[in-house]
């Protein structure tokens, strides 16, 4: 521990605040207000520095020294131009005893949907029918494997961006003529009133949030869905307990885990997200307060 106290990084890649995706600054406003005892800083993957001999080696971000920290969060590394320094950065915290989350960054667990699902399945977390092809297959393997309605969805996309129930041969093949380069997730459509977001923090769901379409389809509150928090005693059991498997089988440490119900009372995973949005969503300060504490719980840990 440092002599004033813990002190926790969080790391961004730079196009991620650029493009609006994070909010550094908002970030670490929301974890001071939510957490007094630790000072929060931030950095970009970008400004890493590194000097190596072979009988020494250092690693700094924005001018620090990486040990000046008791606890790292590589909070947006996927992009490819970043996972180098992530992957460097998260040995050297292994080599230097500083904790860091998330463990995937040294896993390497998941950089796309295909690597989702098949997690999913080893991890055995129940999912929907899944395809993933280039947009000029989606008929055919379409009809091969699914009926109609399906979702079709952008295999880069998030956030319900680029995000379809295809009901017919037609919609399918407009889809197809406007996304010809594109990868596609094709997936069974769960019939549902909404979703759940499954808010996992180490081994334990703090928080769980239902969202609601006004459409009634995408359940995604940046498409415009309602969301309110549900009491965890009224959660279902099986369900956070699959979401904390999934969480731990991607190596994730904070997640967001998407999961529905059918009519038949079966959930379904959706998607284990790196990352999930804190800042500038609904109920930033309750996340805020979720993963401050587990840096806290995790900086307490640290070994000089």
């Given at each position: 521990?440092?002599?004033?106290?813990?002190?926790?990084?969080?790391?961004?890649?730079?196009?991620?605040?650029?493009?609006?995706?994070?909010d550094?600054?908002?970030?670490?406003?929301?974890l001071?207000a939510?957490?007094?005892?630790?000072?929060?800083?931030?950095?970009?993957?970008?400004?890493?520095?590194?000097?190596?001999?072979?009988?020494?080696?250092?690693?700094y971000?924005?001018?620090?020294?990486?040990e000046?920290?008791?606890?790292?969060?590589?909070?947006?590394?996927?992009?490819?131009?970043?996972?180098?320094?992530?992957?460097?950065?998260?040995?050297?915290?292994?080599?230097?005893?500083?904790p860091?989350i998330?463990?995937?960054?040294?896993?390497?667990?998941?950089?796309?949907k295909?690597?989702?699902?098949l997690?999913?399945?080893?991890?055995?977390?129940?999912?929907?029918?899944?395809?993933?092809?280039?947009?000029?297959?989606?008929?055919?393997?379409?009809?091969?494997?699914?009926?109609?309605?399906?979702?079709?969805?952008?295999?880069?996309?998030?956030?319900?961006?680029?995000?379809?129930?295809v009901?017919?041969?037609?919609?399918?093949?407009?889809?197809?003529?406007?996304?010809?380069?594109?990868?596609?997730v094709?997936?069974?459509?769960?019939?549902?009133?909404?979703?759940?977001?499954?808010?996992?923090t180490?081994?334990?769901?703090?928080?769980?949030?239902?969202?609601?379409?006004?459409?009634?389809?995408l359940?995604?509150?940046?498409?415009?869905?309602?969301?309110?928090?549900?009491?965890?005693?009224?959660?279902?059991?099986?369900?956070?307990?699959?979401?904390?498997?999934?969480a731990?089988?991607?190596?994730?440490?904070i997640?967001?885990?998407?999961?529905?119900?059918?009519?038949?009372?079966?959930?379904?995973?959706f998607?284990?997200?790196?990352?999930?949005?804190?800042?500038?969503?609904?109920f930033?300060?309750?996340?805020?307060?979720?993963?401050?504490?587990?840096l806290?719980?995790?900086?307490d840990n640290?070994?000089?």
């Open positions: 521990m440092t002599s004033n106290g813990k002190k926790a990084l969080l790391l961004f890649a730079s196009e991620s605040a650029e493009s609006g995706a994070s550094p600054s908002r970030l670490v406003e929301l001071g939510a957490r007094d005892d630790v000072l929060f800083e931030a950095g970009y993957f970008e400004e890493a520095e590194y000097v190596l001999s072979n009988d020494h080696v250092a690693a971000v924005g001018g620090w020294l990486l000046e920290f008791d606890a790292i969060y590589f909070r947006y590394w996927g992009l490819p131009e970043v996972q180098s320094h992530a992957l460097a950065l998260a040995r050297y915290c292994r080599l230097k005893n500083i860091y998330d463990a995937e960054v040294f896993r390497r667990g998941s950089y796309n295909i690597n989702q699902y997690n999913l399945f080893e991890a055995g977390v129940p999912f929907p029918s899944t395809i993933v092809c280039s947009a000029g297959r989606m008929r055919l393997l379409a009809e091969q494997y699914l009926s109609f309605p399906f979702v079709a969805k952008d295999a880069r996309a998030s956030r319900g961006n680029t995000n379809f129930l009901e017919s041969v037609d919609q399918l093949e407009s889809i197809v003529a406007e996304y010809a380069d594109k990868t596609f094709l997936q069974q459509y769960i019939a549902n009133e909404g979703d759940y977001r499954v808010f996992v180490g081994d334990v769901v703090p928080l769980v949030i239902y969202r609601q379409s006004k459409s009634g389809y359940n995604n509150t940046s498409q415009g869905a309602s969301a309110s928090l549900v009491p965890i005693g009224e959660v279902n059991l099986d369900m956070i307990e699959d979401a904390i498997r999934a731990k089988f991607f190596g994730r440490d997640a967001g885990v998407d999961m529905v119900f059918d009519t038949d009372g079966n959930h379904y995973c998607e284990v997200n790196r990352a999930p949005q804190i800042e500038h969503s609904s930033e300060a309750e996340k805020a307060e979720a993963v401050a504490a587990l806290s719980r995790i900086a640290h070994q000089i």
